[in-house]
């Protein structure tokens, strides 16, 4: 079984910027494409990025496709979101997502084990 460590959420100003880090332990890292979801207070969880096993590949979400980038580096068994030009609606709790089984990562539901989260608040 794989463990999720999410890290580097904080308060930040409408048009900041934060960076998100997950590091896995457990189970071999490259064979698992990652990704990122995200649950505001109220709502459902959310699919926000993912990237393939081998990093050559990403998929967004609309919502945040041009400002948050997806990256991971298997050496360091760690997967990253870069945030940018945030907006107070991007206030959620934010899960680190591993997908070990099918080999998609575009929707909530291709992801067979996640995190404890860490909390994004972006004032306006």
């Known amino acids: 079984q794989v463990q999720l460590v999410e890290s580097g959420g904080g308060l930040v100003q409408a048009g900041g910027s934060l960076r998100l880090s997950c590091s896995a332990s457990?189970?071999?890292?490259?064979?698992?494409?990652m990704g990122w979801l995200r649950q505001a207070p109220g709502k459902e969880r959310e699919f926000v990025a993912g990237?393939?096993?081998?990093?050559?590949?990403?998929y967004y979400a609309n919502s945040v496709k041009g400002r948050f980038t997806i990256s991971r580096d298997n050496a360091k068994n760690t997967v990253y979101l870069q945030m940018n030009s945030l907006k107070p609606e991007d206030t959620a709790l934010y899960y680190c997502?591993?997908?070990?089984?099918?080999?998609?990562?575009?929707?909530?539901?291709?992801?067979?084990?996640w995190g404890q989260g860490t909390q994004v608040t972006v004032s306006s």
């Open positions: 997502a591993a997908a070990y089984a099918g080999g998609r990562y575009s929707s909530t539901a291709d992801f067979d084990s």
């Open positions: 457990g189970r071999t890292f490259s064979n698992a494409a």
């Open positions: 990237v393939h096993w081998s990093g050559a590949y990403t």
